[in-house]
């Protein structure tokens, strides 16, 4: 009973957290809010998950979330890769253009570094 209990708890606040950031990703929030729902539904009433395991032709109902996680996982980490790497191709954007930008100081002549 204690671990239905700790597990309905950090699923009220995963709520709770896509509750108060909805502003900034209608998609996100939606999804966080169907998945603490449907976690709390299945830690309340587990042999529903059997249930829908069979339907769907999966053994157990542990194994069935097991498939849902993983997939979720794979799905926000390349969703995380693919915004790393539009930032960093904006922070290069950034870079180039302000480094181009830069004045250089009054009377100060571009010098081999060796020089220096």
């Avoid at 999966?58 to 890769?81: F, M, N």
């Amino acid at each position: 009973m204690i671990i239905k209990a700790l597990l309905i708890a950090g699923l009220l606040v995963a709520l709770l957290y896509a509750f108060v950031h909805r502003n900034r990703s209608k998609v996100v929030t939606v999804a966080m809010a169907a998945t603490s729902v449907a976690g709390i539904y299945f830690v309340l009433l587990p042999e529903h998950t059997t249930d829908i395991a069979t339907l769907l032709g999966v053994g157990r109902g542990a194994d069935l979330v097991l498939y849902c996680w993983l997939i979720i996982t794979l799905v926000v980490s390349l969703s995380l890769q693919f915004k790393i790497m539009r930032l960093q191709d904006a922070v290069t954007a950034l870079t180039r253009e302000l480094a181009l930008r830069a004045p250089l100081a009054a009377g100060e002549e571009t010098r081999p570094a060796s020089d220096q």
